[in-house]
C-alpha cells in the first residue's frame, strides 16, 4: 500500500525529502560546487542524445514494446519537438505552437490528444493538461511524457493495452484514459534545458539575460512572498522564493514576468475545459497536492489565500497563537485532490519496486512553503478569477536522486532512467484514470 499523509491530520514528516528540487548549497545560500566535478560526474550518466532521432522514426514508449527495451539516452529539445511532430503525422493529433518565444527564440509547443468522449467540440474536449521541463536539470521528465502519450497512441491503434513493469492496464483502460482528453506541453523552460544539456551545470532556472528566473516561483500564487509568508519561513535559506537575482529561486521581477509562464498562462486559458493538471519533476518520490502555503483546514472559509489578514504569517509548520493560520480547502475538492494523488503514488510503487524512495502521496507545504508555484496557481486560478472554472494542480517528483552524482544528483544513470520512464508511465495513466473517477468538469 502507498504511504499517504493522513487525511485530516498532517504533520512535517517529510524533513528527507526537503532538498528534492533544491540542492543543499541552494537552499543554504553556500557557493555553487566546482563545474569540474560536476562536469566529470555528469559524463558517468545517460548521454544526452545527438542528431535526430525521430526524423524518419515515430516514438513509441516503453509501455507497448518487451519488457527488456531500453532507452539509451536523453532526448535534447530538437528531437523532443520532433517526436510531437512525427506522432501528428502518424496518429493525426494537433499540435499547437505557444504565442511567445522565449529569450533566446525558442518556440515553446504542445499538443491534444483524445477527448472522443467529451461533450462538446473544438479545444472544449480536453480536461487533463500535463506539463514537463520547467526546471531545466531534471532530466527525464520531458521524455517520460513524450513516451508516454506515445503509448497511448500505439495501444489505441494496436488494440493492445500497456505494460509499465509491474503494472499492467488494459486496451479498455488506455481507451478510457484518452477518453479524458490530453493537452500536454512537454519543454516548458526550452533555453534552460538546451543550456543544461550542453553544459552540465545542473542548471535550474530559464536564460532570461538579465537574470535567470526560476520559473516555477513566477506564477500567481502568494507571489510577494515576503508579504504572504511568516518571517520565519522567508527570512533563512528555505527555498521558498528569492528576490536576489543570483539566486536559484529568483522570482523574478513581478508575476508573469517570463515569456515561458505566460505561455502556460496562455494554455490553460486556451483549453477552458481543463480540471486536472499535473507538473512533472524529479527526484522526491512524491506526489504533491495543494496548497504549499500551508496545511490544508475545512472549518473557516475566511482564512484562505487570498485574505491579505494573514499575511506574514502562513508557512509556519507549527503555529503559536500569533502565527495561527491553516490554508482553508473546500473538503470535496481536498478528498478528490488526496484521492486521485494516492492512486498514482501507488501505481508507481506497483511498476517498480524495491527502490530506496518510495512514492508518497502528501500535501505539497509537507516539502516547503511554496510561492508562485504552477501547480498552486492551477487550484488557485477560479479564486483569483471568478469566471474560471475549478481545476486540480498537482506535481509528481519522479524517481530518486543519483547518490552517485553528488553534486548534481538529477543525472541519473540508465538503469533509473529507464526505470523513470516505466514508473512515470504508470503514474500518468494512472492519474487519468483516477480523475475521471473523481470527476471531470463539465461532464
Same mark, same amino acid.
Given at each position: ?192 534545458? +538546451? ?50 537575482? +543570483? ?99 501507488? +501505481? ?66 540508465? +538503469? ?28
Amino acid at each position: 500500500m502507498v504511504a499517504v499523509t493522513p487525511f485530516l491530520l498532517q504533520i512535517p514528516l517529510l524533513v528527507g525529502a526537503v532538498s528534492a528540487c533544491l540542492l543543499p548549497w541552494e537552499r543554504e545560500g553556500g557557493p555553487r560546487p566546482d563545474m569540474h566535478l560536476m562536469s566529470r560526474q555528469a559524463s558517468e550518466t545517460i548521454p544526452i542524445g545527438t542528431g535526430n532521432r525521430w526524423k524518419n522514426k515515430v516514438p513509441r514508449g516503453l509501455g507497448t514494446q518487451p519488457g527488456d527495451t531500453t532507452v539509451t539516452s536523453v532526448m535534447n529539445p530538437a528531437e523532443l519537438r520532433s517526436a510531437i511532430d512525427s506522432l501528428a503525422k502518424e496518429f493525426k493529433i494537433e499540435v499547437f505552437n505557444a504565442p511567445e518565444e522565449t529569450a533566446e527564440g525558442a518556440t515553446m509547443f504542445g499538443a491534444k490528444v483524445g477527448g472522443g468522449k467529451a461533450k462538446g467540440k473544438g479545444d472544449t474536449l480536453y480536461s487533463a493538461f500535463f506539463t514537463a521541463g520547467i526546471h531545466a536539470r531534471e532530466r527525464g521528465g520531458p521524455d517520460n511524457l513524450v513516451y508516454f502519450i506515445a503509448d497511448l497512441l500505439w495501444a489505441k491503434r494496436e488494440k493492445t493495452g500497456v505494460t509499465y513493469g509491474g503494472r499492467r492496464y488494459t486496451n479498455k483502460e488506455v481507451n478510457q484514459a484518452l477518453d479524458v482528453g490530453i493537452v500536454f506541453m512537454p519543454l516548458l523552460n526550452p533555453d534552460g534545458v +538546451a543550456y543544461d544539456q550542453e553544459t552540465d551545470k545542473c542548471w535550474r532556472r530559464n536564460r532570461n539575460p538579465t537574470a535567470p528566473v526560476d520559473l516555477n516561483r513566477n506564477f500567481d500564487f502568494l507571489w510577494d512572498y515576503k508579504k504572504s509568508f511568516s518571517p520565519e519561513v522567508t527570512g533563512g535559506n528555505t527555498g521558498i522564493a528569492s528576490d536576489d537575482p +543570483a539566486s536559484d529561486v529568483y522570482h523574478g521581477t513581478k508575476v508573469f514576468s517570463e515569456p515561458e509562464t505566460r505561455n502556460v498562462k496562455w494554455a490553460l486559458n486556451k483549453f477552458k475545459s481543463i480540471s486536472w493538471t499535473l507538473d512533472i519533476h524529479s527526484f522526491a518520490g512524491l506526489v504533491l497536492y495543494s496548497w504549499g502555503d500551508d496545511f490544508n483546514q475545512i472549518t473557516d472559509p475566511n482564512m484562505n489565500i487570498l485574505n491579505e489578514e494573514y499575511d506574514g504569517v502562513r508557512g509556519v509548520l507549527v503555529d503559536t497563537n500569533e502565527t495561527e493560520y491553516r490554508s482553508y480547502q473546500e473538503l470535496d475538492v481536498w478528498k478528490q485532490d488526496s484521492f486521485v494523488s494516492v492512486r498514482v503514488a501507488d +501505481a508507481m510503487n506497483s511498476a517498480i519496486t524495491g527502490l530506496r524512495t518510495p512514492m508518497t502521496a502528501t500535501q505539497s507545504i509537507n516539502l516547503y512553503a511554496t510561492s508562485g508555484a504552477l501547480s498552486d496557481y492551477v487550484s488557485a486560478r477560479n479564486l483569483l478569477d471568478s469566471k474560471l472554472g475549478a481545476a486540480h494542480g498537482l506535481t509528481l517528483e519522479f524517481g530518486q536522486d543519483n547518490n552517485e552524482a553528488v553534486v548534481c544528483p538529477f543525472y541519473v544513470k540508465e +538503469a533509473e532512467f529507464n526505470n523513470n520512464i516505466r514508473q512515470v508511465g504508470a503514474g500518468l495513466m494512472e492519474f487519468l484514470l483516477a480523475a475521471a473517477e473523481a470527476g471531470l468538469r463539465g461532464r
